[in-house]
């Protein structure tokens, strides 16, 4: 079968989507990645200068690890080939890049390019799950700023209402869960506070706080114990300490078995 010019480029526009598809969901590895584009003339033979052997070596690189390397590759390629054909690669993986080496804020930039240049492009539920894990990956102890975790329910939550059907739904709904708990509790912290300050009143604000906006959280128990006894009107014992909450983030793989599947499964590239 002959192909015109015209198909040709259709085909290896197609063949680099999916490579580009399959680098975002982390299911390929080097070999993987070298056959696919090595089927449309993109291989180790395309020349040091072009845009894909740019593209060959900043994913050798970042399937190996070497993400320093790689990013590179990936911001060679976008400022020096911007109109080429990996050109799409090279922005989702410079993301990528950013993100696994903890640089969140510098990824997070980098994903709501790639949404806002190519909103319709088939990696975007990706992105939106990648955007939600940059807020993820910097939630703190309890009695830091919630800010990450606000921010990450929203972004998760974005994703779930515009993609429901995507493969990351399960795992974005499992780490909404565990943000929201850690939300509920530092409002538990907070609450403890102004017991120790003797703000009971503030104190009674934050637990009614919770239990009307957290009513799954973890700490609800603790929550309706406390608060009950501030309603008695017959002031809180000295053991209120052991209501403190002691851990901060919890496992999001223990809220998996809520959407259907078991502890340890979901979808989605992330890191824990």
């Not at 180790?44 to 593209?55: K, M, N, V, W």
């Not at 060679?76 to 969140?104: G, H, Q, T």
């Not at 709904?173 to 912290?189: G, I, N, V």
Request: proline share 5%.
């Amino acid at each position: 079968m002959i192909f015109s010019k015209q198909n040709r480029r259709l085909f290896r526009t197609c063949v680099l989507a999916l490579a580009m598809m399959t680098a975002a969901a982390g299911l390929g590895g080097c070999a993987t990645l070298d056959t696919m584009l090595g089927w449309v003339g993109f291989g180790a033979g395309s020349g040091p200068e072009t845009p894909e052997a740019l593209a060959m070596e900043g994913m050798a690189d970042f399937n190996r690890g070497k993400y320093s390397a790689a990013l590179k590759r990936f911001v060679e390629i976008k400022d020096r080939f911007p109109f080429s054909e990996v050109a799409l690669l090279a922005e989702l993986k410079a993301a990528d890049s950013n993100y696994y080496m903890d640089k969140f804020s510098e990824a997070k930039t980098l994903y709501e390019e790639f949404e806002a240049n190519h909103p319709t492009n088939e990696a975007v539920p990706y992105v939106l799950f990648q955007i939600g894990m940059c807020y993820y990956s910097q939630i703190g102890t309890h009695d830091r700023d919630p800010g990450s975790a606000q921010n990450a329910v929203q972004a998760f939550e974005r994703l779930n209402r515009s993609f429901p059907k995507s493969p990351y739904f399960v795992e974005a709904s499992a780490r909404t869960r565990a943000a929201r708990d850690f939300l509920a509790q530092h409002e538990f912290y907070i609450a403890t506070f102004y017991l120790r300050t003797d703000e009971d009143k503030q104190a009674q604000g934050r637990l009614e706080y919770l239990l009307a906006n957290y009513p799954e959280a973890s700490v609800k128990p603790q929550a309706t114990e406390l608060l009950a006894q501030l309603k008695s009107g017959k002031g809180i014992e000295k053991t209120w300490r052991r209501f403190v909450p002691t851990v901060s983030l919890p496992d999001w793989q223990s809220f998996t078995s809520a959407f259907g599947i078991l502890p340890g499964g979901g979808g989605g590239a992330a890191k824990e």
